[in-house]
């Protein structure tokens, strides 16, 4: 089982005064010619931001797309809107608007680390990393883009560099659950249960309804022999997921015994 179904974080911009509270994304303003548009700009940012809120990418696309037509000198648009289409599965569009955004602004680490973040779910590792790297260089302290860098080091086999991303990471940062899941799953890779049962424990913790990390908890304990706790995780999981194949597949393993 993959690192990949744990949720890798991108970063949105909410310029400060904007609040998408006061919006839902089906709420559409109406501008009239007298309107500024600064107005017009705030009202269009509210309600993609509402979509965002409401995990509704497409709409979000429109507005902020909209948005850029009357400020296309805003960054956060352009951020924003490719942090959109990474949510749709639309990648290279995604890292077209993290790429512009570098572009103008080098130093912008939110879309060096949103970019790198894209070129992990992509595959493309070494890229990753580079531009995971930079956003690490730019602000030290951004635990999710050890974390991140970590995962793309894994990928490579390269899992001492992990494991040094993995405690970085995890020093600035305590309250991330895909860093431990992530590590967890090292740690099952190289067979030392005991550590892999700690971090899927704490990432279940931070993260209650996450059913493959009660899967791979479960599958580190029945390594490790304890056959009554690895059945519960497994059937846990299977509450919160009925159609998870192997929850389905550990429980018939432990119960045929």
Request: glycine share 6%.
């Amino acid at each position: 089982m993959s690192w990949r179904v744990a949720l890798i974080a991108l970063t949105l911009t909410v310029p400060s005064g904007v609040s998408a509270a006061t919006y839902d994304c089906g709420s559409s303003p109406l501008f009239s010619d007298s309107v500024p548009k600064e107005e017009r700009a705030k009202m269009l940012l509210q309600r993609a931001m509402a979509c965002v809120r409401e995990g509704k990418p497409i709409q979000s696309i429109a507005l902020f797309s909209e948005l850029i037509g009357i400020q296309p000198e805003n960054l956060d648009a352009y951020l924003n809107r490719g942090s959109a289409y990474m949510q749709s599965g639309q990648l290279e569009l995604g890292m077209a608007d993290y790429s512009h955004v570098i572009s103008v602004k080098p130093d912008a680490m939110e879309a060096w680390y949103n970019r790198g973040t894209a070129f992990l779910i992509a595959h493309q590792y070494d890229r990753a990393i580079a531009d995971l790297s930079e956003a690490i260089r730019l602000k030290p302290d951004t635990a999710r883009a050890y974390c991140n860098r970590a995962a793309a080091y894994i990928e490579k086999s390269d899992y001492e560099s992990a494991l040094k991303d993995f405690a970085t990471g995890i020093q600035e940062d305590a309250h991330l659950p895909f860093c431990y899941h992530v590590r967890g799953s090292l740690y099952l890779k190289k067979e030392d249960y005991q550590k892999a049962v700690a971090d899927f424990t704490q990432s279940l913790q931070l993260k209650l309804d996450n059913p493959p990390g009660l899967v791979m908890r479960g599958q580190a304990y029945e390594h490790l022999g304890e056959r009554d706790k690895a059945l519960a995780d497994f059937k846990a999981a299977l509450e919160i997921d009925p159609g998870f194949k192997e929850a389905q597949e550990g429980v018939k393993r432990l119960t045929d015994e």
